[in-house]
């Protein structure tokens, strides 16, 4: 068979409802990870639903039990081909966030596949279940239309934990460092640029979350007796936290901001436009760093975010001065960026500023580090080629996500050069009710991977020795 007809194939079973009768039953399992109450549904998840097909695509695998107590396992599989001369790895997480059930509009739940239209309703329909789907979905119809033979091998590392942070990833990646060994990666997560624009992204910006707190006192305290006399914890947090970033979104602590943005990425971004597709919110005039356009601002700048402020009683305010103050922040960066003293900038800053009664601390949540391939690899132009091929777009190139995910497992404990291929797109409400995915994405998704598969098989080895004669002329 040919390469065109690999893709027919994917098609075909789109438009006759195999791939909708899959997901479906992906949906209906309730794997979500961070209620705590899902422990069973996230191995059954893995046993029911990904297993059974991985078997019948001859991979071998195993489950891990995840080595941080109270998370769920992971899934290591693969499809060893003798002689091959070359090793990919894929990623996918089965885990979802909790179903808000009772938010969902009326007729949908989050636990039952629902096709309005283009609409695609269900938990995990964009994050990642649906995602994960259509890439072993395009792999099974290539090892079908290659007679059974890829002429490479394929590695799976599929985690039920992603929505907590991603606990036990890494630990588990480095233990079996050499069984996860491979040339290169590719995987999908996260929204293309635009709904129409099939996107190629290299890496993600890092997330450094942060609490600070400034305890006055012991308990509140009439305001009327006591306001002008007793310092107002609340008052002063949020002038703490204006020192760190001004009105208008620009970071003033030097340790944070990052280098200047490499012409490379520069270039990646000089076209790319921000929040054009319908449904998304309306861009804020003069927010953010000076200078740069939103796209930079967005995919190779640096922001500080106030997630979360606390003081008293919001939902019932009482005439009284609080004893204490909370926020919760969090710091989004780019490659570059001081990453292993982020802690101390906060603290030196603070103090410099007359703020030395603020804490300021590691927030208890997974942190993910900045990740970033070259846009001059190799393997860029190659999977920029295959995607241009299949679709008949021209893609969209991010050189790193806006968001966070736990690429640098597989950039730097792994040491594998990343492409990330998303099948979703930015209004998709993940995490929110009414998640959805697109139907045209999921379809033109599954022809995109399918021709990703099926190149490299043809062009993979060539790609991969031309990459490392490049690394050993540096």
């Known amino acids: 068979m040919s390469r065109q007809q690999a893709l027919a194939s994917v098609y075909k079973g789109f438009d006759e409802g195999e791939f909708r009768r899959q997901l479906a039953a992906r949906i209906a399992v309730r794997s979500d990870s961070q209620s705590g109450e899902g422990e069973a549904e996230l191995e059954r998840y893995l046993r029911e639903c990904i297993i059974p097909e991985l078997e019948r695509l001859g991979f071998t695998w195993e489950i891990v039990a995840n080595p941080e107590p109270g998370y769920g396992p992971l899934l290591l599989a693969e499809r060893r081909e003798a002689e091959a001369a070359l090793c990919v790895l894929s990623y996918g997480h089965g885990d979802v966030v909790r179903g808000y059930d009772d938010q969902w509009r009326e007729g949908l739940s989050p636990w039952q596949l629902t096709v309005e239209g283009e609409r695609w309703y269900g938990r995990g329909t964009a994050d990642n279940k649906g995602q994960h789907s259509i890439n072993l979905a395009a792999l099974a119809a290539v090892i079908e239309a290659r007679g059974g033979r890829l002429g490479y091998t394929v590695k799976l590392v599929l985690e039920m934990g992603e929505e907590t942070g991603s606990p036990g990833l890494k630990a588990v990646c480095a233990a079996y460092r050499e069984r996860l060994a491979a040339d290169l990666f590719i995987a999908s997560d996260g929204p293309r640029l635009a709904a129409d624009a099939p996107t190629l992204f290299l890496g993600s910006r890092g997330s450094f979350n942060f609490d600070l707190r400034l305890r006055a006192r012991e308990g509140a305290h009439h305001s009327g007796n006591w306001g002008g006399v007793l310092s107002n914890p609340a008052t002063r947090l949020a002038n703490a936290w204006a020192s760190l970033v001004d009105a208008d979104g620009r970071i003033r602590v030097a340790g944070l901001r990052p280098p200047a943005i490499p012409a490379a990425v520069k270039q990646a971004l000089a076209t790319l436009e921000v929040g054009t597709t319908p449904g998304d919110p309306a861009l804020a005039e003069g927010w953010g760093e000076t200078g740069l356009t939103p796209a930079e601002r967005l995919f190779a700048w640096n922001t500080l975010e106030l997630l979360a402020f606390k003081a008293g009683n919001p939902e019932a305010p009482a005439n009284a001065i609080p004893g204490e103050a909370y926020a919760h ?62 679709s008949g777009k021209t893609p969209t190139l991010l050189p790193n996500l806006g968001g966070s995910l736990p690429n640098d497992v597989f950039a730097e404990t792994l040491g594998l050069p990343t492409l990330w291929v998303p099948h979703s797109y930015p209004a ?34 060539s790609v991969h020795a031309a990459r490392q004669a490049m690394r050993r002329s540096v």
């Open 329 to 390: 922040a969090q710091l989004r960066y780019v490659v570059g960026s001081d990453q292993e003293h982020f802690l101390r900038h906060l603290r030196l800053h603070l103090d410099a500023h007359g703020f030395d009664d603020v804490e300021v601390s590691t927030a208890r949540v997974s942190q993910m580090r900045a990740t970033r391939l070259d846009p001059d690899d190799p393997w860029v132009g190659w999977a920029l080629d295959s995607i241009h091929a299949s």
């Open 428 to 461: 998709c409400s993940q995490h929110a009710p009414d998640e959805h995915a697109l139907a045209s994405i999921l379809r033109e998704g599954l022809g995109i991977m399918a021709g990703l598969w099926w190149d490299l098989g043809e062009q993979g080895a």
